[in-house]
């Protein structure tokens, strides 16, 4: 069947939207003041793994992903009963990469104790800033004491492998806070850090300030230099970009997200989650509620034509970018013959390159993907 091929372990995406303040940027599925629903949502979440792992034949997974919302909020008894659930309806490579999110705040050394115990060997912590008026605009909770201190349980608890989400174009930040905060970050000592660009969504508060003109956005000459001293100083420091906001040192890259980048199947359970499962794409409700209510998940199977552009939309954000030769084992053709014609205006002015059988955006197409992806859609 044109766009499958011979099933490689999964990924495994678990949500979990309990918040305990809702960020003024945030538009994710996450909720504060829920937390008298963790148990049944514990609940509802263990028994998704039990039917989705039956109807796909209990498949082998090799990376595991907490993310939300922060799932250090979910008490640990309730942690376990969901990693053991999973252990016991998926095969969990020995060595599967397992990544679990958390706020500075909010990790305690009884949760790390119980990650470490379940097998978790990879934390994703949202440090964004250094300075304490930039978190307080983003509306964090949390402290750059803070974060020293979670990065101190995590490795107390033997989880050593750490990654730092950092935030750039956040209303007042100059360059001069983007050095602190690449300092900070830098001291604690990450194995990934991962540069993010700031986003307003309708319908937060910061969008709101923002049509009001309560704060205002660097511009977009101010993004690009905060990008690139982003990427300047963590490659000064041994840590590469293998991705367009993510760099890790040697072999830390995180195996979850670029498993999902390069296409691979992956299972997500929980509210919000997605799902890619041999060509079809289910979508769980978005709101807890529903979820909690039984609503199924809304499907979609994937034409050739749409699954072809997403390896390509997915893969050139990749700084390897794509394989012309996989491309042609998924797809059963050639990629130069089903894109050449797209991309060699992308080629020409230096936007994408093509190298040892594989094209990929250079650093000038990186700032400018979009008009590469226009280019691709039939």
Request: glycine share 8%.
């Amino acid at each position: 069947m044109d766009g499958v091929l011979p099933l490689k372990p999964l990924g495994l995406y678990f949500h979990i939207p309990f918040c305990a303040r809702k960020c003024a940027y945030c538009d994710f599925a996450s909720w504060a003041g829920r937390e008298a629903d963790r148990e049944r949502y514990a609940e509802a979440l263990c028994r998704e793994i039990g039917e989705r792992a039956e109807q796909c034949g209990h498949p082998a997974a090799d990376t595991v992903f907490f993310g939300g919302g922060t799932p250090s909020l979910l008490p640990p008894e309730l942690y376990r009963r969901i990693a053991g659930t999973l252990r016991e309806r998926f095969a969990i490579a020995p060595d599967a990469e397992w990544t679990v999110e958390c706020n500075p705040g909010t990790l305690t050394a009884e949760f790390a104790a119980a990650l470490r115990e379940s097998g978790c060997n990879r934390l994703s912590m949202g440090m964004q800033a250094a300075q304490p008026e930039l978190l307080r605009t983003l509306g964090r909770i949390h402290t750059l004491e803070g974060v020293r201190q979670a990065a101190a349980i995590a490795r107390d608890a033997g989880i050593n492998n750490l990654n730092l989400d950092l935030m750039l174009g956040l209303p007042g930040q100059t360059a001069e806070h983007m050095r602190e905060t690449l300092d900070a970050a830098l001291d604690l000592r990450p194995q990934h850090v991962s540069c993010y660009a700031l986003i307003v969504e309708e319908g937060t508060p910061l969008h709101d300030w923002v049509e009001r003109g309560q704060v205002s956005l660097p511009g977009e000459d101010m993004d690009r230099a905060l990008y690139g001293l982003c990427r300047d100083t963590l490659e000064r420091h041994g840590f590469h970009q293998y991705e367009i906001s993510n760099f890790a040192l040697p072999g830390r890259e995180c195996r979850h997200n670029v498993h999902c980048w390069q296409r691979r199947d992956y299972l997500g359970f929980g509210c919000a989650a997605h799902s890619l499962w041999r060509e079809e794409r289910r979508a769980n409700p978005r709101e807890l509620d529903d979820y909690l209510a039984g609503k199924p998940p809304e499907t979609e199977i994937i034409s050739p034509a749409d699954a072809r552009f997403e390896y390509m939309m997915l893969g050139l954000r990749l700084t390897a970018g794509v394989s012309e030769g996989d491309f042609e084992e998924r797809f059963g053709r050639s990629l130069w013959e089903t894109y050449g014609p797209r991309l060699l205006p992308a080629v020409r002015d230096g936007r994408v390159a093509r190298q040892n059988g594989r094209v990929f955006l250079t650093c000038r197409g990186m700032d400018v993907m979009n008009s590469v992806l226009v280019a691709l859609l039939d």
